[in-house]
C-alpha cells in the first residue's frame, strides 16, 4: 500500500532488477525506471541517449583532432552503458582512428596495466573518456606514476560532472536526467 506522503519513488536500475521493479509496480506503486526499459504496463521508464552521447563525443574528439581514444567504464555498470560504447564505435570508425574500450573491474593494478600497455603500443597525445568522475583519483595516480601530464599527455573527457572534474577541469558531458524524465 502506497504511503499517503508519498506521490512516487525513483529507484536506481544499478540498484533493483527488474523483478523488484515490477513487484513495486503490481503493489500500487508509481514506478519510473531511468535507463532501462521494462515492459510492465505499471512501469514508466526514461532512458538517456547513451549512444548518441557517444556519437557526438566521438565527433567532437575527432574534429579536436584525436586519433587515439580510450574509454574507460566500471564493469559493473557495463551493460547500461554499452550503447556510448556503440556511439564511439560508430563515431571513430575511420581510418588511422584508434579506439579501445575498457569495463574495468575493481582488481588493484588493472587500470594502471592497461594505461601502460596503452601508452607503449603507440606515441602521441590519447584521449580518455571515462564513465564518471568516481575513476578520476585512481585514472590521475596511475597517470602520475607513469609520468603522463594531464593535459599534455592526456586529454580527459567525462560523461557527468562532479566537484572532481570540476575542481580539474576536465571536460564534461552532461545528461540532464531530471529534464529526461518530465
Not at 526499459?37 to 567532437?60: F, I, K, L, M, N
Not at 556503440?86 to 582488481?107: H, I, N, Q
Not at 568516481?134 to 597517470?143: I, K, M
Given at each position: 500500500?502506497q504511503?499517503?506522503?508519498t506521490a512516487?519513488l525513483?529507484l536506481s536500475?544499478?540498484r533493483?532488477?527488474?523483478?523488484?521493479?515490477t513487484?513495486l509496480?503490481?503493489?500500487?506503486?508509481?514506478?519510473?525506471?531511468?535507463?532501462?526499459?521494462?515492459?510492465?504496463?505499471g512501469?514508466y521508464w526514461a532512458?538517456?541517449?547513451?549512444e548518441?552521447?557517444?556519437v557526438?563525443v566521438?565527433?567532437?574528439?575527432l574534429?579536436l583532432?584525436h586519433?587515439r581514444?580510450?574509454?574507460?567504464?566500471?564493469?559493473h555498470e557495463?551493460?547500461?552503458?554499452l550503447?556510448?560504447?556503440?556511439g564511439l564505435r560508430?563515431a571513430?570508425?575511420r581510418p588511422?582512428?584508434?579506439?579501445?574500450?575498457?569495463?574495468l573491474?575493481?582488481?588493484?593494478g588493472g587500470?594502471e596495466?592497461l594505461?601502460?600497455?596503452?601508452f607503449?603500443?603507440?606515441?602521441?597525445?590519447l584521449a580518455l573518456?571515462?564513465?564518471n568522475?568516481a575513476l578520476?583519483?585512481?585514472l590521475?595516480?596511475?597517470?602520475?606514476?607513469l609520468?603522463?601530464?594531464f593535459?599534455?599527455?592526456?586529454?580527459?573527457?567525462?560523461f557527468?560532472s562532479d566537484?572532481?572534474?570540476e575542481?580539474l577541469?576536465v571536460?564534461?558531458v552532461?545528461?540532464?536526467?531530471q529534464?529526461?524524465g518530465?
Amino acid at each position: 500500500q502506497q504511503d499517503p506522503h508519498t506521490a512516487s519513488l525513483w529507484l536506481s536500475p544499478e540498484r533493483l532488477e527488474i523483478e523488484a521493479l515490477t513487484a513495486l509496480a503490481d503493489g500500487d506503486c508509481t514506478v519510473v525506471a531511468l535507463n532501462r526499459r521494462v515492459e510492465h504496463p505499471g512501469v514508466y521508464w526514461a532512458c538517456s541517449d547513451h549512444e548518441g552521447a557517444g556519437v557526438q563525443v566521438g565527433t567532437h574528439l575527432l574534429d579536436l583532432g584525436h586519433r587515439r581514444v580510450l574509454y574507460l567504464c566500471p564493469a559493473h555498470e557495463r551493460s547500461l552503458f554499452l550503447p556510448r560504447d556503440v556511439g564511439l564505435r560508430r563515431a571513430l570508425a575511420r581510418p588511422g582512428v584508434e579506439y579501445r574500450s575498457a569495463f574495468l573491474k575493481p582488481a588493484a593494478g588493472g587500470l594502471e596495466r592497461l594505461l601502460f600497455s596503452t601508452f607503449a603500443a603507440a606515441a602521441g597525445p590519447l584521449a580518455l573518456l571515462i564513465h564518471n568522475g568516481a575513476l578520476l583519483p585512481a585514472l590521475c595516480a596511475c597517470l602520475e606514476k607513469l609520468g603522463r601530464l594531464f593535459p599534455d599527455d592526456v586529454s580527459l573527457v567525462s560523461f557527468g560532472s562532479d566537484s572532481e572534474t570540476e575542481r580539474l577541469a576536465v571536460t564534461s558531458v552532461r545528461q540532464q536526467a531530471q529534464v529526461l524524465g518530465r
